[in-house]
């Protein structure tokens, strides 16, 4: 099997194919052995990355979070616009 072959095999797993596609694909299974095992691999895989995900957790509400990236943001952007020599805030009349 190529390795455009095992891309779309694993496609065909993520559900990212078309119906069309995704029939190919399961017709290849039912026939060719290399793709059965294949496929038996990837989902052994998926289900091992599912049961182990991490939970991801912030220790800070989403808002105390945005009130601290907020101000960097607004201090890169004034930095760059003052860099090109222009001395006004963006969207002021000055």
Same mark, same amino acid.
Do not use: V
């Given at each position: 099997?190529?390795?455009? +072959? &095992? %891309?779309?095999?694993?496609?065909? %797993?993520?559900?990212?194919?078309? =119906? +069309?596609?995704? /029939? @190919? $694909?399961?017709? %290849?299974?039912?026939?060719?052995? =290399?793709?059965?095992?294949?496929?038996?691999?990837? $989902?052994?895989?998926?289900? %091992?990355? &599912?049961?182990?995900?991490? /939970?991801? @957790?912030? !220790?800070?509400?989403?808002?105390?979070?945005? &009130?601290?990236? /907020?101000?960097?943001?607004? &201090?890169?952007?004034?930095?760059?616009?003052? !860099? +090109?020599?222009?001395?006004?805030?963006? !969207?002021?009349?000055?």
């Amino acid at each position: 099997m190529n390795h455009a +072959t &095992a %891309l779309c095999l694993q496609a065909c %797993l993520d559900n990212e194919l078309s =119906a +069309t596609c995704s /029939e @190919r $694909m399961i017709q %290849l299974i039912d026939r060719d052995s =290399a793709a059965r095992a294949l496929c038996g691999s990837l $989902m052994q895989m998926k289900e %091992l990355l &599912a049961s182990h995900r991490a /939970e991801l @957790r912030i !220790g800070h509400s989403r808002e105390d979070y945005w &009130a601290r990236i /907020e101000p960097a943001i607004l &201090a890169a952007q004034r930095a760059e616009h003052f !860099g +090109t020599g222009n001395q006004s805030l963006p !969207g002021s009349s000055r």
